[in-house]
């Protein structure tokens, strides 16, 4: 990913007002992680297991932080079960920032992702969790923006699956 | 000892602290002890410890109780090196073991009535003073203190296996119910709008 548009994505996230990021790092979207950590308006919290991260991004928003987490595609397998039970049935709001892995898109996928790959579109399905795929660059902030707003008008998990252009 | 002789000892102590509670008899028996807008009794597995910890997270000024259960903590060990790097100071958590999956109809054990020591395990997650409670007086005096320290506390209080929660009239409130009158109470408490209508 060029670098312009990691740093279009962590001021998207700033700007349609998230305000804490927990994370279990990966490859794709990595460009993401030293600026967020920068960026002094969020708080951003290493997590063990994507679980933990839905958990503490619960707590965050609840307590008045809007939060996202921010996880591979593998991440949104690992978290189904808070996903349903903490986003879905307490009713969390919370965006999920997800790296495609795996999509026909994907420019990194390979024997290793497909089939988490082909899978994650309907295990969100399944989930009943909103979501769009980025696959370039035209109108991000909006499309950002939108997420939260929907996340905040459901009060549930919105996910962004970001793959094409952001996984070069 | 027995958890509810522990929560008739723990409740009169809260004043305006957020209480996160997970799932079992422990959620009946502290809701219908202390019946508190500030509590978040979630009623999952594997979930309150991390909420809690999301919580004190952006609450440092707000002292946050978690009530969690062997059976659960042992579903979400992977809180426990997070929580040793966090360290949140306002962060006190009570793990009520009684060493068994306690459903209607089982009590099944745990990996705790076994070789698993859940203080052993935190502190080598990085919270040395985790510590474990075997009586009523060391729980008073322990609860007093994670209460009052600005310090991170980790109790495992071992508990009989009791069934009293079964006799317990249970709440109509459903978790959407539960949720909003947690967030109206610390809207109001802390002066901010906590649920945005349009993001």
Known sequence: MEPELAQRIVDGLRDAGIGFVSYLPETRLSQILPLMREDPSLMVVPVANESEGVSIAAGASLGGRPAAVYMEGSGVYVSSYNLLVVGKRLGVPMLLVVAYYGSTMDNRNSFLYAYPGIHLVPLLDSLGIQYEVLEDANQLEQKIKSAVRMMHAIKQPVALLFTGEYTV | ?199
């Open chain 2, 1 to 199: 000892m027995n958890r509810y002789d522990c929560f008739e000892l723990l409740a009169p102590l809260i004043k305006d602290q957020l209480v996160v509670g997970s799932l079992s008899g422990q959620r009946v028996e502290w809701g219908h002890l202390c019946p508190y807008e500030g509590n978040l009794l979630v009623a999952s597995m594997g979930a309150a410890l991390g909420i809690g910890i999301g919580l004190a997270l952006v609450l440092p000024h707000r002292k946050v109780i978690v009530l969690e259960s062997d059976g659960s903590l042992l579903l979400s060990l992977y809180n426990l090196p997070t929580l040793g790097n966090l360290n949140p100071s306002n962060l006190a958590v009570f793990v009520f073991d009684n060493e068994v999956y306690s459903g209607t109809r089982i009590s099944e054990p745990t990996a705790t009535a076994g070789n698993t020591d859940l203080a052993a395990v935190a502190r080598g997650c990085g919270i040395p003073q985790a510590t474990v409670v075997r009586d009523l007086d060391f729980f008073r005096s322990e609860a007093r203190k994670a209460l009052e320290e600005n310090l991170l506390h980790f109790i495992v209080c071992k508990v009989d296996k009791t069934t009293g929660h079964r006799q317990i009239q249970r709440s109509t409130e459903d978790l959407w119910e539960h949720k909003y009158r947690f967030v109206r109470y610390l809207e109001r408490t802390e002066g901010k709008q906590i649920f945005l209508g349009r993001g």
